[in-house]
């Protein structure tokens, strides 16, 4: 069975500066990898998913990913965060075949301040 | 990509009664999922509803409490039976869609349960 950690529950970051929330996956099949942004009070939003291919994945709000096999990681990152970045992110996996449920990870909070 | 929504957004309801959340799609989709959030948690399947046939529970939820109707490929409901306060959750539709490899949200209904 697959599962998803995410290393950090919580990230205190300043302003303007980078950040990394950290994911790692279990499976033993090959996985499609998601990260998902919960602002306060709203729905899930899709961030972005590395299915194949490249395995640095690029998202909205300049957000970024990157697969790591041996690592069995998929990091996210940001160079410069925002106040507006401050919010739930969770990390997520499907793996096999196409067409089962995703599962999350326990998420990490990020909270900027100026 | 696919639009979904939900009814109710929210609502409070009394120990002992049940709750039915609808989820609609504006599109036909294979497979249907609910989820469940409780507060400061991540999300945990509940289970898979598939139209025409009868919902896969995840090991710890069972149809008795949580009985899902799948009348067609856009709409669902889920039913909340018996409540109880453990109950008070957040609860969301998603559906697979661009080839089954990206899964989408609704944007949940908050239940409480006194």
């Known amino acids: 069975a697959q599962s998803v950690t995410q290393l950090d529950s919580q990230v205190p970051v300043f302003e303007e500066a980078p950040v990394e929330l950290r994911c790692n996956y279990s499976?033993?099949?090959?996985?499609?990898l998601f990260w998902y942004v919960q602002y306060p009070n709203q729905g899930l939003q899709l961030l972005l998913k590395?299915?194949?291919?490249?395995?640095l994945v690029k998202g909205i709000n300049g957000f970024e990913a990157e697969f790591n096999k041996s690592q069995t990681s998929f990091h996210l990152r940001k160079p410069s965060v925002h106040i507006s970045d401050t919010a739930e992110y969770f990390c997520?996996?499907?793996?096999?075949?196409?067409?089962?449920?995703?599962?999350f990870g326990k998420g990490t909070t990020l909270s900027v301040s100026s | 990509s696919a639009v979904i929504s939900q009814k109710p957004s929210r609502d409070i309801c009394q120990r002992g009664t049940s709750l039915t959340i609808q989820c609609q799609v504006d599109?036909?989709?294979?497979?249907m999922f609910w989820y469940r959030q409780q507060p400061g948690q991540s999300l945990t399947l509940i289970a898979t509803?598939?139209?025409?046939?009868?919902?896969?529970?995840e090991s710890g939820f069972v149809i008795d409490k949580f009985p899902i109707s799948r009348p067609n490929l856009t709409f669902s409901t889920l039913t909340v039976s018996n409540m109880s306060p453990e109950d008070s959750s957040i609860y969301l539709c998603?559906?697979?869609?661009?080839?089954?490899?990206?899964?989408?949200f609704g944007p949940g209904t908050r239940l409480t349960v006194l």
């Open positions: 998603s559906v697979l869609a661009g080839g089954l490899n990206t899964q989408y």
């Open positions: 499976s033993s099949v090959s996985v499609y």
């Open positions: 590395y299915l194949s291919g490249s395995t």
């Open positions: 997520a996996v499907r793996a096999g075949q196409a067409g089962t449920a995703l599962i």
């Open positions: 599109s036909q989709v294979t497979m």
């Open positions: 509803a598939n139209q025409g046939s009868e919902a896969t529970y």
